[in-house]
C-alpha cells in the first residue's frame, strides 16, 4: 500500500463526514466497475459463441460500441434476426433509425458475420435461448453503466464541495492518480473537475 511506504497508515482514521461519504462512494464505484467488467466479459463469451467468425478481440468496438449496442437492442444478437431484416441497407437503415452514429464498416462486419453464423443452421430454439442471454446482459450491462455514472456524479459532487472547503486538494488531471500526502486517502483513484 503507497500509503504505508511513506509512513502515513494510521491504525484508527476518523474521517470528517464528507470524506469518509466519497471514500464509500469509491468502494460502491469500485464494486461496481466490476460488476459491468463481468457482464462485459459474459456478454463476450455469449457472443462468440453466436458469432465465431467475428475476431471479438479485434473487433470489440463493432459490438460494445454504439452500433453493437443498438444491434443487441434490436435483434437481441440474434443472427436470423439480423439476416431476416432484408438486406445490409435495411439493417443499417434500422440502427441508424435512432440517429445512432455508427460507422458503415463496423456495421458491415455485423452483418457479415450474422451471414457466416446464419448459415451453421442452429435451431431457432437454440437462437432463441441464445438471445434471450444476449438480452439479459444487455440490460444489466445498460443498468451497471447507468449506475456508474450516478456514483461519478456524487463523487464529483462531493469532491467540489471538499474542494471549495480546501484549496489544497488538487485539481482534476486526466490520465494519473494525484497523491498528495496530506490527503493520500482522499485523491487516490480521483480525477474529478475541480
Same mark, same amino acid.
Given at each position: 500500500?503507497?500509503?504505508?511506504?511513506?509512513? *502515513?497508515?494510521?491504525?484508527? =482514521?476518523?474521517?470528517? @463526514? %464528507?470524506?469518509? @461519504?466519497?471514500?464509500? +462512494? !469509491?468502494?460502491?464505484?469500485?464494486?461496481? @466497475?466490476?460488476?459491468?467488467?463481468?457482464?462485459?466479459?459474459?456478454? !463476450? !463469451?455469449?457472443?462468440?459463441?453466436?458469432? #465465431?467468425?467475428?475476431?471479438?478481440?479485434?473487433?470489440?468496438?463493432?459490438?460494445?460500441?454504439?452500433?453493437?449496442?443498438?444491434?443487441?437492442?434490436?435483434? +437481441?444478437?440474434?443472427?436470423?434476426?439480423?439476416?431476416?431484416?432484408?438486406?445490409?441497407?435495411?439493417?443499417?437503415?434500422?440502427?441508424?433509425?435512432?440517429?445512432?452514429?455508427?460507422?458503415?464498416?463496423?456495421?458491415?462486419?455485423?452483418? @457479415?458475420?450474422? /451471414?457466416?453464423? !446464419?448459415? /451453421? %443452421?442452429?435451431?431457432?430454439?437454440?437462437?432463441?435461448?441464445?438471445?434471450?442471454?444476449?438480452? +439479459?446482459?444487455?440490460?444489466?450491462?445498460?443498468?451497471?453503466? =447507468?449506475?456508474?455514472?450516478?456514483?461519478?456524479?456524487?463523487?464529483?459532487?462531493?469532491?467540489?464541495?471538499? *474542494?471549495?472547503?480546501?484549496?489544497?486538494? #488538487?485539481? =482534476? %488531471?486526466?490520465?494519473?492518480? &494525484?497523491?498528495? &500526502?496530506?490527503? &493520500?486517502? &482522499?485523491?487516490?483513484?480521483?480525477?474529478?473537475?475541480?
Amino acid at each position: 500500500m503507497a500509503v504505508a511506504k511513506i509512513g *502515513k497508515l494510521l491504525a484508527h =482514521r476518523l474521517l470528517d @463526514e %464528507q470524506y469518509a @461519504e466519497l471514500r464509500e +462512494h !469509491h468502494v460502491v464505484y469500485m464494486a461496481a @466497475e466490476q460488476e459491468r467488467a463481468r457482464c462485459k466479459t459474459e456478454m !463476450h !463469451h455469449a457472443l462468440k459463441a453466436i458469432f #465465431p467468425d467475428l475476431n471479438l478481440s479485434r473487433e470489440k468496438k463493432a459490438l460494445f460500441g454504439p452500433g453493437g449496442i443498438r444491434m443487441m437492442e434490436l435483434f +437481441h444478437g440474434n443472427p436470423d434476426w439480423i439476416i431476416s431484416s432484408g438486406d445490409f441497407e435495411s439493417f443499417v437503415a434500422k440502427i441508424r433509425a435512432d440517429k445512432t452514429r455508427v460507422q458503415t464498416a463496423t456495421l458491415r462486419k455485423i452483418w @457479415e458475420a450474422a /451471414q457466416a453464423s !446464419h448459415t /451453421q %443452421q442452429v435451431s431457432p430454439i437454440v437462437r432463441a435461448a441464445q438471445a434471450n442471454r444476449i438480452a +439479459h446482459l444487455a440490460s444489466d450491462l445498460s443498468t451497471w453503466t =447507468r449506475r456508474l455514472e450516478t456514483i461519478e456524479d456524487k463523487m464529483e459532487l462531493a469532491y467540489r464541495c471538499l *474542494k471549495s472547503q480546501d484549496a489544497r486538494l #488538487p485539481d =482534476r %488531471q486526466l490520465g494519473c492518480i &494525484v497523491l498528495c &500526502v496530506d490527503f &493520500v486517502d &482522499v485523491t487516490k483513484g480521483l480525477a474529478l473537475d475541480g
